[in-house]
């Protein structure tokens, strides 16, 4: 039922910005976190930013003091703002929600991934 709608992907020269959104369709009754992950070419995925329900954030040191998680609770809506991108910022990026349903399911739902890349 639930649906993760992702956009603000594209190319961008190194030192641009971006901004990634992810929004999701369909009822979710408690949510837990909202966060961002990447996969590049040879390597894992691994986790961008979080948002955790009451408002921490949880970033990958790659990234630190370069991205920013935010979120919109009443359109369930994450975004990741991206500046002064560099070309190892070139990946796929993933939303991830974890909420819990209006039956008291836990779930994890993840989005089909937005490509960024960043030429130098």
């Known amino acids: 039922q639930v649906q993760l709608v992702e956009s603000g992907g594209g190319l961008v020269q190194a030192g641009g910005s971006l901004r990634l959104s992810c929004a999701a369709t369909?009822?979710?009754?408690?949510?837990?976190?909202m966060g961002w992950y990447r996969q590049a070419p040879g390597k894992e995925r691994e986790l961008v930013a979080e948002?955790?329900?009451?408002?921490?954030?949880n970033y990958a040191n790659s990234v630190k003091g370069r991205f920013t998680i935010s979120r919109d609770n009443a359109k369930n809506t994450v975004y990741l703002q991206m500046n002064s991108l560099k070309p190892e910022d070139t990946a796929i990026y993933c939303c991830?929600?974890?909420?819990?349903?209006?039956?008291?399911?836990?779930?994890?739902?993840w989005g089909q991934g937005t490509l960024v890349t960043v030429s130098s």
């Open positions: 369909g009822t979710i009754f408690s949510m837990h976190a």
């Open positions: 948002i955790i329900s009451g408002g921490r954030t």
């Open positions: 991830n929600f974890r909420y819990q349903d209006s039956y008291s399911n836990d779930i994890e739902h």
